[in-house]
């Protein structure tokens, strides 16, 4: 990779961890919110370390240990931005079944609603 990708990459992470999630559909059971901050929060914690690491590099270039850290908390970053996709996923999929399987059966308790 280079590291302009990374940069660029990591502004895109930093930026859209911190936003509030905005849920696909109206309204969101709380284990999805909580999980979502969670991995939101990790993403940030994450970017800030990939952010340190690369300062290192730059002060000291030829450090192979710098380069592993570097490139182990890149790869950390990219994981749990998968993870949050993974999340969404589940999400989705979960709501679905609901909807399509439980709809006469089911009643939303913490205001999720089916169309």
């Known amino acids: 990779h280079d590291d302009s990708t990374l940069v660029q ?23 999805y919110t909580h999980r979502d901050r969670a991995i ?3 993403i940030t914690h994450a970017a800030d370390a990939v ?3 690369r300062q290192r590099k730059a002060d ?8 592993k850290t570097l490139r182990k908390e890149q790869t ?16 989705d999929r979960t709501l679905k079944v609901f909807q ?3 709809r006469n ?6 205001g999720l609603k089916f169309s």
Not at 11 to 20: D, E, F, L, M, V
Request: hydrophobic residues 30%; aromatic residues 4%.
């Open 40 to 42: 939101r929060s990790c």
């Open 60 to 67: 000291d270039p030829d450090s192979l240990a710098v380069m």
């Open 105 to 110: 059966h089911y009643k939303p308790t913490h």
């Open 51 to 53: 952010a340190t690491s």
């Open 9 to 31: 990459g990591e502004r895109w992470t930093r930026a859209h961890a911190a936003r509030k999630p905005v849920p696909r559909s109206s309204h969101r059971l709380p284990s």
């Open 76 to 91: 950390r970053l990219r994981l749990m931005q998968n993870e949050l996709s993974i999340e969404e996923i589940i999400m």
């Open 100 to 102: 399509e399987k439980c």
